[in-house]
């Protein structure tokens, strides 16, 4: 472990000790040296991601932040696109981000109806070169207007990321040739970072998220990426029917190749499966027809380089399937107070805090984008 | 000695669990005859009726998540209720395509008359078929006609359906749902305020 590599670290000085100190520290040392040999923390180095130049892109730094144990913090960020060549679009090609360990997830939406989420409501902050103002949702959950899904339902989704290992904080995404992400400079982007600190998704070294959104290079033509954000509505895993599968499908508006995929649930999720769908069957596509499959809630695949073309007229089909375990942080009472149906069986129900509901969110990219991007509830 | 206080150990155990609620009434009807199925819509307030009129309004909801969503039940009997599997999709009658589809597991509460049927403030056990906004749409999802069809399975493997046509509908004063509904609707279109829940047509010539 590289101590000076730690955030927040001491430095090490070293020190003359008298006799008795000398078998005391010996003694803390055999001590500490058990309690790393039986405990070993993960080793962790800080990132560090290169500040982009306006002729590269720009770069979005989330200010780094704690979370407190136990606790969930969801935030919304407010920024514009920055205007990088005289009013043109801003054509992106390559998505870069450095997430701290502990993330549940770090999603970039275009900002659209305002409803009870509003740029203005919040405070004033930088995320990086740019003025911003965040939107504090703390781990309030039940109030706080950044965790209600309702108020950026018809925000089109931009970019996401679930990945935040401690040895490889990185997710470098670069867009097949001459596909780019087109903004307008201007155009309100929303930032939402959320962050767990339980004993099953530890944010040991703080919080922080850095973007960096690399401009298009080539001057001949492009097609623009769409995206496609799909949610599964009233979900419910219960005790007494502990394992359940929901399943949804998606449209898109055109003829597409599908890009990138990663399926998102919490803590009861087994398995996220997307298949290719013909938008004619009502039952599940073939196993040929499968391009994504996630075992893991806490660190899912962003599968990259697909190349799925579905047929025409025809979308994504999703399964979420779920086995219920107890909540590890709070108590099925807990479980049992937020269940809406109040049916007493520790029964978790959509909601965005990891420990007490559950979600069943698809991220997918596409290309080309032709009128569109694409949610379905 | 040992028979004693394995039931002694499982009868504190059950208590610990705190299950002393009354059994669930799980077997509705009789098992050895078909499933016989029944649907009701519910307008996500205290309203639920039976659908069995073709071509019968069924209001679009705003749901928790966004969007507008049909809420569908399953009135059943002849089943295990407690182990269902309903598979609702709207299909548009003018291209044979699927609109969308929404599986899910369903427990189904016993009745007074002998069948079973969701409870109506449960949302989780009625389909939530999300409906609009649907940017493959090549007409209006609202106010025109679409083929709702439902099938009731459980775990040993026996199913019933049910089909029929109706006109999903929004409240007249309900500005987003109008907007996202319409044919052509784009993901944060800002929605004008004149739109009125119009009335249903011929399928448009191909």
């Known amino acids: 472990m590289d101590l000076q590599h730690h955030a927040g670290r001491a430095p090490l000085v070293p020190v003359l000790l008298s006799d008795s100190s000398m078998r005391l520290a010996c003694s803390l040392t055999v001590a500490l040296a058990f309690v790393a040999c039986s405990d070993p923390p993960e080793p962790f180095h800080p990132w560090e991601l290169e500040v982009l130049t306006p002729s590269q892109g720009f770069s979005l730094r989330v200010p780094a932040f704690e979370v407190p144990a136990g606790h969930e913090s969801q935030n919304c960020y407010f920024v514009r696109v920055p205007d990088l060549y005289a009013g043109a679009d801003v054509l992106i090609d390559q998505v870069k981000t450095a997430i701290n360990p502990g993330s549940h997830h770090m999603n970039v939406f275009r900002v659209k109806t305002l409803v009870d989420l509003r740029p203005e409501d919040g405070v004033p902050i930088k995320l990086g070169d740019y003025d911003a103002t965040v939107i504090e949702g703390a781990d309030d959950y039940q109030h706080n207007p950044c965790w209600q899904s309702s108020n950026w339902a018809d925000w089109p989704l931009v970019a996401n990321s679930q990945h935040s290992d401690p040895n490889d904080p990185f997710t470098d995404w670069k867009l097949p040739a001459n596909v780019v992400i087109r903004f307008q400079p201007g155009e309100m982007l929303m930032v939402q970072t959320h962050y767990v600190n339980t004993s099953d998704q530890p944010t040991e070294y703080g919080a922080k998220v850095g973007i960096n959104l690399y401009q298009h290079q080539g001057t001949g033509p492009t097609q623009d990426m769409g995206t496609l954000f799909a949610t599964q509505q009233s979900i419910r895993i219960c005790q007494h029917r502990p394992s359940v599968t929901y399943s949804g499908t998606c449209k898109f508006p055109n003829p597409v190749t599908i890009i990138a995929a990663n399926g998102h649930f919490h803590k009861r999720g087994r398995q996220f499966d997307m298949f290719a769908w013909d938008g004619v069957s009502e039952q599940q596509p073939p196993e040929a027809a499968r391009f994504y499959t996630s075992q893991t809630w806490d660190d899912p695949p962003m599968t990259r380089d697909l190349a799925v073309t579905p047929p025409d007229r025809g979308g994504v089909w999703w399964n979420c399937n779920y086995e219920w375990t107890p909540p590890t942080e709070v108590t099925c009472d807990d479980v049992n107070a937020k269940d809406p149906d109040q049916a007493g069986d520790c029964c978790y129900t959509f909601g965005g805090n990891t420990d007490i509901g559950e979600h069943c969110n698809v991220f997918l990219y596409y290309y080309p984008r032709v009128d569109s991007d694409v949610f379905c509830n | ?206």
């Open chain 2, 1 to 206: 000695m040992r028979a004693l206080t394995f039931l002694a150990v499982t009868a504190l155990a059950a208590g610990c669990g705190g299950d002393d609620a009354p059994p669930i009434e799980c077997t509705i009807g009789d098992p050895t005859q078909p499933i016989e199925l029944e649907l009701l819509t519910h307008d996500g307030g205290q309203t639920i009726a039976g659908l069995q009129t073709p071509m019968t309004a069924v209001p679009l909801v705003f749901p928790d998540q966004g969007g507008e969503v049909l809420l569908i039940g399953a009135r059943a009997r002849n089943l295990d209720a407690c182990a269902a599997t309903m598979t609702t999709s709207l299909r548009d009658p003018c291209t044979d395509e699927v609109v969308t589809v929404d599986v899910r597991p369903v427990h189904l509460d016993a009745t007074a008359d002998g069948w079973a049927e969701p409870r109506p403030d449960a949302r989780s056990q009625w389909a939530n078929l999300a409906v609009c906004p649907n940017a493959a749409a090549t007409r209006d999802l609202q106010g025109q006609g679409y083929l709702l069809r439902v099938v009731l399975a459980t775990d040993d493997g026996r199913s019933a359906e049910a089909s029929i046509p109706i006109v999903p509908t929004c409240a007249a004063d309900d500005i987003t749902c109008l907007c996202q509904c319409q044919a052509g609707y784009n993901l944060g279109d800002e929605c004008p305020a004149d739109l009125v829940p119009g009335t249903p047509t011929a399928c448009p010539a191909t």
